[in-house]
């Protein structure tokens, strides 16, 4: 029984030492590693990215340009007028003179059949030369054939017949035959004159 009590005062002895030890241990980190104290700092202010207000003005005022025609030349008007003289900076384009219009519109009216039927749906046939001067035929959507010399008037724009070429050329390949019409259709320009377009229609070319 003696010997049973000194094994438990014995093993209390031991727990408590232990515990002291322990102690001791975290008491002493504690003061060689001190708790860590948390620092507030401000928050540092924002940069301006677009610079100041006045950077900021210079920059949208490069990126966006407006062209302003005051002052400026109209690209649409010719640098030397018929006169032989430079054209005045700033003037306006010149309106059609309703007396060019009107004698337009006489020049279109149809006065033959040939003249009511669109040049592109006109067929060079055949191209003949008769008492010096070279006579063409042309042919209809109905397979009708007209009869053309200088000077007759085709198409529904007004057109006249200007030329009638009938050529044969030597080639690498051969004798080339150019067979062509030459067709002239007036219009008011821009300065409201009285001008024309010239229109070829040419026969399939042919090498033998």
Known sequence: MVRVKQKRRSSFVLTFRAILTLFVIVFTVQLAYPGTTVVYKEAR????????????????????????????????????????????????????????????????????????????????????????????????????GYLLERGTLIGTNGGVVHEIISEDKETSFGIESIRKLIIKEPYVNRQGNLDYNFIEKEMKKMAY
């Open 45 to 144: 202010p924002k940069k301006d990215l677009a610079g100041t207000a006045k950077d900021q003005a210079e920059i949208e005022k490069k990126a966006v340009y407006v062209y302003d025609p005051i002052g400026k030349t109209d690209p649409f008007i010719p640098f030397i007028n018929k006169a032989g003289t430079k054209a005045q900076k700033g003037l306006a384009r010149p309106k059609r003179a309703p007396k060019m219009e009107a004698l337009l519109m006489k020049l279109k009216e149809a006065k033959t059949e040939l003249q009511k039927i669109e040049m592109s749906q006109l067929t060079l046939t055949a191209i003949v030369r008769n008492e010096g001067k070279n006579l063409a035929m042309v042919s209809d959507p109905k397979g009708r």
